[in-house]
């Protein structure tokens, strides 16, 4: 596992300073977040339909909370359509001033990492601050693929990225950083 990567309250103002300097200048935020725990006590639920468990319920805004102290709460939630992405989504506005657009799109149910790329790239609009809310194994690969390392993607947790790419469609591994990760058991 990796640690959160704290910098201080103002690391964004360091890492993106107003005036251009030597160091690379970062454009855009993605934030991957996996659903909070689901509850499987209710075997007539289809898998799309399963919603969270009390743990979910509690893990979800606390993991706000940790985004919003790090001054990232995003502008757009891309998310998957299934129940669970739904609730982790809504209880994560509840906890926020600033309430993002939320997009569901059935692309991110248990998409591949290719798959969320492309939905990125399709509806990542023009926002800084992107969320993908989606389901393992494809958040954990696409997280690992950006990363270039393997980052485990247990439920709830965050993996925020530094882009350099100006275009949401044109981002590749080559234009982000692995800045931030956080789990719920680590909070």
Known sequence: ?????????????????E???????????LIAMRHAKSDWSDGSLSDHDRPLNKRGCRDAPRMAHWLDELNLVPDLI???TSERT??????????????????????????GPDAIKKTIGRDGCDVERLMVLAH????????????????DMPTAAIA???????D??????DDVELVQYMRPKAL
Do not use: C
């Open 1 to 17: 596992m990796y640690p959160a990567l704290i910098i201080g309250s103002n690391w964004i103002d360091k890492i993106m300073p």
């Open 19 to 29: 005036e251009p300097s030597s160091t690379v200048r970062f454009s855009r935020v």
């Open 78 to 80: 891309l998310s998957s």
């Open 86 to 111: 739904r609730q982790t989504a809504a209880l994560m506005r509840q906890e926020w001033k600033r309430d993002p657009v939320v997009s569901y799109t059935q692309s991110l149910y248990l998409a």
């Open 136 to 151: 393992n194994p494809g958040i954990a690969h696409f997280v690992s693929l950006l990363a270039g390392k393997q980052v």
């Open 160 to 166: 925020v990225f530094h882009l350099t790419a100006e």
């Open 168 to 173: 949401w469609s044109k981002f590749n591994s």
